[in-house]
């Protein structure tokens, strides 16, 4: 089957690393996303992992691959305020045309 | 280089009711997807067109039908509508053979009472 969980909330204090889990199923997905999605507005590509990488880093952003356990993460280090919004795990199905996308984390960064 | 364009950006319908949501994708994209996304959720994905054929469906009922056209805009058309059927309709573009990034909309907000 086709489906990617992840934790629904994160609140960490300004300043501090964020972690955001997710799990999926499909083992042979090319690519894996996160996406940010901010109050009103659609979803915007964050970063983005082939699947035959283990680690990919971004500026602030560092995502973490195990294949072997279907677990992608993403770490904000230094977390602002302007972080705050909700973070969709997403992965490609086989034939490339289906984005699946987990429910999100909405995460919450306090001053 | 123009983004996602999405209209209405909000809108009320009844119960039983026909709705058309309209898309202009992003300059050089050839791919357009709807995603319904409900309160509380992440986008679910409808379909995708890509050369004005329905490249892929999701879970959706026949109800949900859509177009694209030679420029590469694209209307998803919802009949019969049902309450469930409330949700931030989100279109998204991108380009075949490429990493599959999607590039998303601000959404049309529909409301069925």
């Known amino acids: 089957g086709e489906d990617v969980e992840q934790s629904l909330f994160l609140s960490v204090r300004e300043g501090d690393s964020s972690v955001i889990n997710c799990t999926y199923t499909?083992?042979?997905?090319?690519?894996l996303y996160w996406y940010k999605q901010e109050p009103g507005a659609g979803l915007q590509l964050l970063t983005y992992i082939f699947s035959n990488m283990d680690m990919k880093q971004d500026q602030r952003l560092t995502v973490l691959l195990n294949k072997k356990d279907k677990h992608l993460s993403l770490r904000i280090a230094d977390t602002q305020t302007g972080d705050s919004a909700i973070y969709f795990c997403a992965e490609i199905n086989t034939g490339g045309f289906k984005t699946i996308f987990g429910a999100g984390t909405r995460l919450f960064v306090k001053a | 280089e123009t983004g996602v364009t999405q209209s209405p950006t909000h809108l009320i319908k009844t119960r039983g009711q026909q709705v058309t949501l309209r898309c202009s994708s992003q300059?050089?994209?050839?791919?357009v997807s709807w995603y319904q996304q409900a309160l509380g959720q992440g986008p679910q994905f409808i379909f995708q067109?890509?050369?004005?054929?329905?490249?892929g469906r999701g879970n959706f009922p026949p109800r949900f039908s859509g177009l694209q056209f030679p420029n590469y805009s694209s209307e998803l058309n919802v009949n019969a509508l049902e309450l469930d059927d409330s949700a931030l309709y989100l279109c998204?573009?991108?380009?075949?053979?490429?990493?599959?990034?999607?590039?998303f909309g601000e959404g049309s907000r529909l409301t069925v009472l």
């Open positions: 067109y890509y050369r004005e054929e329905e490249n």
């Open positions: 998204a573009s991108s380009l075949i053979g490429t990493t599959g990034e999607l590039f």
């Open positions: 499909d083992s042979s997905s090319t690519y």
């Open positions: 300059s050089g994209h050839n791919t």
